[in-house]
């Protein structure tokens, strides 16, 4: 059942930006609602109101809505007009397909003086003697009924035979409210009698049968153990009950009345609240995927969906190998490049996606990376480092780009055969091994032993006396090859 609360006017009232008090428009059509309450006290300024396809059975709470200008109750269970003199602005009310039978409660419309249109078409009282001729005479300020203009002349008519029309209208109101006070009294009895039934069901045997007898339930109880039809069996013999049950029900013919509406609606409620049991029944949880094995064992996960995967290629350049993973199984797409000094993994994460919702995680042997939630996991074809290992993301692209220093470890399929990296230190114990191993010894003829002579090891330099230079000869005047010109300026 519906029921009108705040949550459920904000969510109608985005238009607003979910603001209630300021609220001028509302709809709330086909919310199963039961009773009309609460909208008086938050949405005060309201001139539009939308409740049509309810449940709603008396018209109450909202003569407080000063500014209601078209208020809409169609298909609801209402009988009566009541409650709408203080709707001062009220122009137009549209109570098209309800249960009104009590006519002369239009009366109740007299003080609204605005009111311009009335829609009374599929009610029970559009079906009286003169229903159209009472409603005009009786509510002056009305210019449309049921959609027609009332016209002048038609008006005059109907203020003149009104005297002969009202006791024919009290006397269909009388017989219908007899046909509706055994109506009520037939759905009363016929609820009471499904409420029964429902308790013995609930609160019969353990087997679903009432029994007087103990020794019979007991070799009953026996005979059970002994024939058990399987879980199937009795799961599609629960099916077909309920859908016998439910075409019994739709096809079962009754009246159009407020309480077949009330009716229907409880039926589909329990349909409903079936469906989901069966649903919650056939919810299997998935297990945990399992990454690792009991043995130790890591083992290959690609559980990230990929919704457009690319092409993927093939290279192989100077003893690098490249995996690529075809994307034909909507799994996400990766490359594996296994180089000499490191592996690198480009994994196609999705280009807009927050790096917030990745989680790298290298170990020695595999690596792991959550996508959202979701796990992809590759063994690697060697040991790596992971304290040295990076992880970025492609700007143009989106990929995660992760790099996997080796360590000197080749990993095979069963056994783990080790090439140890020699350190400086052992390459220095080893070149020192092998020199003392190999040295090399001169050999000398003993007969020629003599002492080295100490004085002369250091040797004194011969002073060598230093040239003077030789002055230049300056030519004279007196020097038979030297000639005098004129141009040259003197030597100083």
Request: hydrophobic letters at 30%; one cysteine or more; proline letters at 5%.
């Amino acid at each position: 059942m519906g029921w009108i609360t705040e949550d459920l006017i904000r969510r109608n009232a985005e238009h607003n930006d979910c603001v209630i008090f300021s609220l001028e428009e509302l709809s709330l059509h086909q919310q199963e609602i039961e009773r009309l309450e609460h909208i008086d006290k938050w949405c005060r300024d309201l001139k539009i109101l939308y409740l049509q396809n309810n449940l709603i059975g008396k018209i109450e709470n909202v003569s407080k809505l000063k500014k209601l200008e078209y208020l809409n109750l169609a298909l609801n269970n209402i009988e009566k007009i009541e409650n709408l003199e203080g709707c001062e602005e009220l122009a137009k009310l549209d109570l098209t397909v309800n249960f009104i039978g009590e006519l002369s409660s239009i009366k109740n419309l007299q003080h609204n003086i605005h009111l311009k249109e009335l829609f009374l078409m599929g009610n029970p009282c559009a079906s009286f003697d003169h229903y159209r001729e009472f409603v005009v005479a009786t509510l002056p300020q009305l210019k449309w009924l049921d959609g027609k203009e009332i016209e002048p002349s038609e008006r005059i008519k109907a203020l003149q035979d009104y005297s002969v029309i009202e006791p024919q209208i009290r006397e269909q109101e009388k017989d219908h409210c007899l046909k509706r006070a055994k109506l009520k009294e037939e759905a009363q009895r016929k609820h009471q009698e499904e409420d029964k039934n429902e308790d013995k069901r609930s609160n019969a045997g353990f087997d679903g049968r009432w029994y007087t007898d103990i020794n019979a339930t007991l070799s009953s109880l026996e005979s059970k153990d002994h024939l058990q039809a399987p879980d199937t069996e009795e799961h599609n013999t629960k099916k077909l009950d309920n859908s016998e049950d439910d075409l019994e029900f739709w096809n079962k013919p009754c009246l159009f009345t407020p309480e077949s509406r009330l009716e229907t609606l409880r039926h589909m409620e329990k349909q409903r609240k079936k469906q989901e049991k069966l649903s919650e029944k056939k919810k299997k949880v998935k297990p945990p995927r399992t990454l690792i094995t009991e043995d130790g064992k890591a083992l290959n996960v690609n559980e990230p969906k990929y919704v457009r995967p690319n092409r993927a290629l093939k290279t192989q350049k100077c003893q690098s190998m490249v995996l690529v993973n075809h994307c034909f199984n909507s799994r996400i797409d990766f490359s594996l490049k296994d180089n000499e000094k490191q592996i690198i993994l480009d994994l196609a994460v999705y280009r807009y996606m927050d790096t917030s919702l990745i989680d790298v995680d290298v170990q020695p042997t595999y690596v792991r990376v959550m996508i959202k939630g979701k796990p992809f996991q590759l063994v690697l074809p060697a040991e790596v480092k992971p304290d040295s290992s990076s992880a970025k993301r492609s700007q143009t692209t989106g990929h995660l780009v992760i790099c996997m220093p080796k360590v000197g470890e080749v990993i095979t399929g069963g056994q783990r055969a080790f090439k140890s990296m020699k350190t400086t230190s052992d390459r220095s114990r080893e070149q020192t091994n092998t020199r003392s191993k190999h040295m090399e010894k001169l050999e000398v003829d003993p007969s020629k032993h003599s002492f080295p002579d100490v004085t002369n090891i250091v040797q004194e330099k011969k002073h060598t006396p230093r040239r003077r230079p030789e002055p230049k000869i300056i030519p004279s005047e007196e020097d038979p090859t030297f000639e005098d010109n004129p141009e040259v300026p003197p030597l100083i």
